[in-house]
Protein backbone atom coordinates (compact mmCIF):
# COMPACT_ATOMS: atom_id res chain seq x y z
CA UNK A 1 0.00 0.00 0.00
CA UNK A 2 1.81 3.04 -1.12
CA UNK A 3 0.23 6.02 -1.69
CA UNK A 4 1.91 9.84 -3.51
CA UNK A 5 1.15 13.05 -2.39
CA UNK A 6 0.43 15.35 -5.33
CA UNK A 7 3.33 17.42 -5.44
CA UNK A 8 6.07 15.31 -5.88
CA UNK A 9 5.24 11.68 -6.16
CA UNK A 10 7.07 10.66 -2.64
CA UNK A 11 5.54 7.82 -1.36
CA UNK A 12 4.46 9.31 2.34
CA UNK A 13 2.37 6.05 3.39
CA UNK A 14 5.00 4.22 4.57
CA UNK A 15 6.95 7.41 6.40
CA UNK A 16 3.76 8.31 7.97
CA UNK A 17 3.45 4.79 9.59
CA UNK A 18 6.98 4.56 10.99
CA UNK A 19 6.71 8.13 12.02
CA UNK A 20 3.69 7.07 13.71
CA UNK A 21 5.70 3.96 14.76
CA UNK A 22 8.15 6.46 16.30
CA UNK A 23 6.15 8.72 18.12
CA UNK A 24 4.59 5.75 20.05
CA UNK A 25 7.70 4.61 21.32
CA UNK A 26 8.63 8.17 22.54
CA UNK A 27 5.17 7.95 24.04
CA UNK A 28 6.45 4.29 25.41
CA UNK A 29 9.53 5.91 26.40
CA UNK A 30 7.57 8.41 28.31
CA UNK A 31 5.62 6.33 29.97
CA UNK A 32 8.16 3.97 31.37
CA UNK A 33 10.43 7.14 32.47
CA UNK A 34 7.10 7.95 34.76
CA UNK A 35 6.54 4.29 35.57
CA UNK A 36 10.40 4.55 37.14
CA UNK A 37 9.61 7.45 38.88
CA UNK A 38 5.90 6.15 40.62
CA UNK A 39 7.89 2.64 41.36
CA UNK A 40 10.29 4.57 43.16
CA UNK A 41 7.99 6.52 45.16
CA UNK A 42 6.09 3.45 45.60
CA UNK A 43 9.26 1.43 47.02
CA UNK A 44 9.96 4.50 49.31
CA UNK A 45 6.43 5.10 50.54
CA UNK A 46 6.20 1.13 51.23
CA UNK A 47 9.36 0.68 52.97
CA UNK A 48 8.08 4.25 55.39
CA UNK A 49 5.28 2.65 55.86
CA UNK A 50 6.41 -0.78 56.81
CA UNK A 51 9.28 0.43 59.28
CA UNK A 52 6.55 2.75 60.67
CA UNK A 53 4.08 -0.18 61.44
CA UNK A 54 7.37 -2.47 62.82
CA UNK A 55 7.46 0.16 65.28
CA UNK A 56 4.02 0.62 66.64
CA UNK A 57 4.13 -3.13 66.50
CA UNK A 58 7.17 -3.17 69.14
CA UNK A 59 5.65 -0.03 70.91
CA UNK A 60 2.31 -2.10 71.56
CA UNK A 61 4.26 -5.41 72.22
CA UNK A 62 6.11 -3.51 75.09
CA UNK A 63 3.09 -1.78 76.33
CA UNK A 64 1.18 -5.53 76.24
CA UNK A 65 4.41 -6.92 78.41
CA UNK A 66 4.18 -4.12 80.83
CA UNK A 67 0.29 -4.54 81.24
CA UNK A 68 -0.10 -8.42 81.73
CA UNK A 69 3.19 -7.83 84.11
CA UNK A 70 0.97 -5.19 85.81
CA UNK A 71 -2.04 -7.62 85.31
CA UNK A 72 -0.81 -11.21 86.17
CA UNK A 73 -0.27 -11.09 89.97
CA UNK A 74 -3.61 -10.06 90.50
CA UNK A 75 -5.76 -12.84 88.69
CA UNK A 76 -7.62 -15.27 90.46
CA UNK A 77 -8.16 -18.13 88.58
CA UNK A 78 -7.83 -21.53 90.28
CA UNK A 79 -5.33 -23.28 87.46
CA UNK A 80 -3.50 -21.94 84.65
CA UNK A 81 -6.34 -22.28 81.82
CA UNK A 82 -9.16 -19.93 84.13
CA UNK A 83 -5.80 -17.93 84.89
CA UNK A 84 -5.47 -17.70 81.16
CA UNK A 85 -9.39 -16.72 80.27
CA UNK A 86 -8.73 -13.61 82.77
CA UNK A 87 -5.83 -12.26 81.21
CA UNK A 88 -7.26 -12.92 77.78
CA UNK A 89 -10.19 -10.55 79.17
CA UNK A 90 -8.72 -8.31 80.69
CA UNK A 91 -6.04 -7.56 77.34
CA UNK A 92 -9.56 -7.99 75.28
CA UNK A 93 -10.86 -4.89 77.86
CA UNK A 94 -7.54 -2.67 77.67
CA UNK A 95 -7.66 -3.29 74.05
CA UNK A 96 -11.14 -1.91 73.80
CA UNK A 97 -10.93 1.13 75.72
CA UNK A 98 -8.20 0.26 78.86
CA UNK A 99 -4.36 1.79 78.60
CA UNK A 100 -3.49 -0.49 75.77
CA UNK A 101 -6.43 1.18 73.42
CA UNK A 102 -4.76 4.09 71.69
CA UNK A 103 -1.41 1.73 71.02
CA UNK A 104 -3.61 -1.02 70.07
CA UNK A 105 -5.95 1.01 67.53
CA UNK A 106 -2.07 3.04 66.32
CA UNK A 107 -0.66 -0.27 65.78
CA UNK A 108 -3.72 -1.85 63.53
CA UNK A 109 -3.65 1.23 61.13
CA UNK A 110 -0.22 1.20 60.89
CA UNK A 111 -0.37 -2.56 59.68
CA UNK A 112 -3.27 -1.82 57.24
CA UNK A 113 -1.16 1.22 56.03
CA UNK A 114 1.72 -1.06 55.33
CA UNK A 115 -0.70 -3.78 53.37
CA UNK A 116 -2.58 -0.88 51.46
CA UNK A 117 1.06 0.36 50.58
CA UNK A 118 2.56 -2.83 49.58
CA UNK A 119 -0.32 -3.61 47.39
CA UNK A 120 0.35 0.49 45.55
CA UNK A 121 3.71 -0.83 45.11
CA UNK A 122 2.54 -3.95 43.45
CA UNK A 123 0.24 -2.24 40.96
CA UNK A 124 3.12 -0.19 40.37
CA UNK A 125 5.39 -2.54 39.50
CA UNK A 126 3.25 -4.88 37.55
CA UNK A 127 2.41 -1.28 35.55
CA UNK A 128 5.96 -0.83 35.23
CA UNK A 129 6.61 -4.58 34.10
CA UNK A 130 3.68 -4.03 30.85
CA UNK A 131 4.83 -0.76 29.69
CA UNK A 132 8.65 -2.07 29.72
CA UNK A 133 7.18 -5.36 27.43
CA UNK A 134 5.80 -2.44 25.41
CA UNK A 135 8.60 -0.74 25.05
CA UNK A 136 10.18 -3.86 24.00
CA UNK A 137 8.38 -5.03 21.52
CA UNK A 138 8.27 -1.26 19.98
CA UNK A 139 11.79 -1.28 19.83
CA UNK A 140 11.39 -4.55 18.18
CA UNK A 141 9.61 -3.58 16.28
CA UNK A 142 11.60 -0.92 14.98
CA UNK A 143 14.22 -2.76 14.81
CA UNK A 144 13.03 -5.09 11.78
CA UNK A 145 11.68 -2.21 10.45
CA UNK A 146 14.78 -0.33 9.95
CA UNK A 147 16.65 -3.75 8.57
Known amino acids: MSTTNGTNGTNT???TAFDALVNSA???RDALNGNVQQLNLAIEYEAAKRRTAKELR???EEAEAEFVAEVMPNLTGKNAESRKAELDA???????DGPLAAKWVQMNAAAYDAEDAKV?????AKTYH????????????LNAVAK
Do not use: F, H, P, Q
Not at 90 to 96: D, G, I, N, T, W
Not at 130 to 141: K, Y
Open 90 to 96: ALVAARR
Open 120 to 124: GLDTC
Open 26 to 28: IDI
Open 130 to 141: ATEAAANLTAAI
Open 58 to 60: ASY
Open 13 to 15: TSV
